[in-house]
C-alpha cells in the first residue's frame, strides 16, 4: 500500500493492515506464542528457542515492537521481552470487532 494511498482508507483500515503485516511472518507469530506463555520477561532464550539467528530475530522483534506488541527493558547488556497487554488486548478487540461484523451471505 503505498504512503498516499492509506489517505482514501479510514484508521481502523489502516491500523488492521499495519498489525495484520506484522503479523504476517510465522516467526513473528512464533516469537508471540513464546513470549506470550512465559511467566516473566525472556531475555536470551528466544533465539534458542525460535532457532534463527540472533539479527533474524531482532529484526522481527524490532518488527513486533513497531506495532508496540512487545516491549523491551535493557538489564544490563541484554533486552529483556514482554507483551504489552494493553495493546495486546487492544488489538484483540480490533480484530475481533473486524471478523464480527461480516454477515452470512456467501450464495
Not at 491500523?15 to 504476517?24: M, P, Q
Not at 529484526?59 to 513497531?66: A, F, G, T
Not at 506495532?67 to 529483556?80: A, F, P, Q, S
Request: charged share 20%.
Amino acid at each position: 500500500m503505498g504512503l498516499t494511498k492509506t489517505q482514501i482508507f479510514n484508521a481502523e483500515q489502516n491500523d488492521l493492515a499495519i498489525i495484520f503485516k506484522v503479523l504476517s511472518n510465522p516467526a513473528r507469530i512464533a516469537i508471540l506464542q513464546y513470549i506470550s506463555r512465559q511467566d516473566a520477561c525472556i531475555c536470551n532464550d528466544i533465539v534458542d528457542e525460535i532457532g534463527l539467528a540472533q539479527p533474524t530475530i531482532s529484526q522481527h522483534l524490532k518488527e513486533l515492537k513497531s506495532i508496540d506488541l512487545i516491549r523491551g527493558e535493557i538489564e544490563g547488556k541484554k533486552v529483556c521481552y514482554c507483551i504489552n497487554l494493553q495493546k495486546w488486548t487492544a488489538i484483540q478487540d480490533l480484530l475481533n470487532s473486524f471478523f464480527n461484523t461480516t454477515k452470512s451471505n456467501c450464495c
